[in-house]
């Protein structure tokens, strides 16, 4: 395949001035949405526990009011609440602990989709498989997010909500603040990516024929003092 210089800086073509103008673009896409990422799952909390209802009597401070994204991986939420029995006939101790061990897999894809991008900067050429492996960084971060919320929202403290106590579960900031940079960025991606591919062939098959057009052209030149060929 031919290098960026040898298809684009000497190629005065529209497709060529396009491929150039819009590569940036594709680069920062995975560059920002990785980087989110992994700066969002270490220094900004990913679950948080709501008021607890009147049939829990226990403060608030008590439950896990912000945890981190490397607190939930590691299972190190956990509260123990005294909840009060719907009959009115007493109450007991619950204990219960939440752990989402598949949550690493988001900053490991952060990690991923900077190497793609840093890829791309290296070579400037956006090869067929850089694209698809782009795209489905995106896709596979929005899958693992997805499962973190369904996680975080109805299976968190299920012990805790199972014996009367309903304490709201829900993905704080940092849930909120990557899925957000995810579908930015992979709309970024998805709409220029195409485009790109595209300029690239149109570019490549344009520095082809102006080769090939100096050759001729040489080979003519070549020919015209001695006998036509």
Same mark, same amino acid.
């Given at each position: 395949?031919?290098?960026?210089?040898? =298809?684009?800086?000497? *190629?005065?073509?529209?497709? /060529?001035?396009?491929?150039?103008?819009?590569?940036?673009?594709?680069?920062?896409?995975? /560059?920002?949405?990785?980087?989110?990422?992994? @700066?969002?799952?270490?220094?900004?909390?990913?679950?948080?526990?709501?008021?607890?209802?009147?049939?829990?009597?226990?403060?608030?401070?008590?439950?896990?009011?912000?945890?981190?994204?490397?607190?939930?991986?590691?299972?190190?939420?956990?509260?123990?609440?005294?909840?009060?029995? *719907?009959?009115?006939?007493?109450?007991?101790?619950?204990?219960?602990?939440?752990?989402?061990?598949?949550?690493?897999?988001?900053?490991?894809?952060? @990690?991923?989709?900077?190497?793609?991008? @840093?890829?791309?900067?290296?070579?400037?050429?956006?090869?067929?498989?850089?694209?698809?492996?782009?795209?489905?960084?995106?896709?596979?971060?929005?899958?693992?997010?997805?499962?973190?919320?369904?996680?975080?929202?109805?299976?968190?403290?299920?012990?805790?909500?199972? /014996?009367?106590?309903? =304490?709201?579960?829900?993905?704080?900031?940092?849930?909120?603040?990557?899925?957000?940079?995810?579908?930015?960025?992979?709309? =970024?991606?998805?709409?220029?990516?195409?485009?790109?591919?595209?300029?690239?062939?149109?570019?490549? *098959?344009?520095?082809?024929?102006? =080769?090939?057009?100096?050759?001729?052209?040489?080979? *003519?030149?070549?020919?015209?003092?001695?006998?036509?060929?």
């Amino acid at each position: 395949m031919p290098s960026y210089a040898e =298809v684009i800086a000497s *190629n005065p073509s529209y497709s /060529a001035k396009r491929y150039a103008a819009r590569l940036p673009y594709v680069i920062l896409a995975p /560059a920002i949405g990785g980087l989110a990422l992994i @700066l969002f799952f270490f220094f900004v909390p990913w679950f948080s526990t709501g008021e607890p209802a009147t049939i829990v009597t226990a403060s608030k401070d008590r439950l896990p009011v912000n945890v981190s994204g490397p607190n939930v991986a590691a299972g190190s939420t956990s509260v123990s609440v005294y909840v009060v029995n *719907n009959d009115g006939s007493g109450g007991r101790t619950v204990s219960d602990s939440y752990s989402f061990p598949l949550i690493w897999a988001i900053p490991l894809i952060g @990690l991923v989709q900077v190497v793609l991008a @840093l890829l791309l900067l290296k070579d400037r050429v956006l090869h067929r498989w850089l694209s698809l492996a782009i795209r489905f960084s995106f896709l596979v971060a929005l899958v693992f997010e997805l499962m973190y919320f369904a996680s975080a929202f109805f299976l968190a403290l299920v012990q805790v909500k199972s /014996a009367g106590g309903q =304490v709201a579960t829900f993905p704080a900031t940092g849930f909120w603040l990557s899925i957000l940079v995810t579908i930015i960025t992979a709309i =970024v991606a998805l709409i220029v990516t195409p485009d790109l591919n595209w300029c690239w062939t149109l570019a490549s *098959n344009d520095k082809a024929r102006a =080769v090939r057009y100096g050759e001729l052209k040489t080979s *003519n030149a070549v020919r015209m003092p001695g006998s036509p060929a």
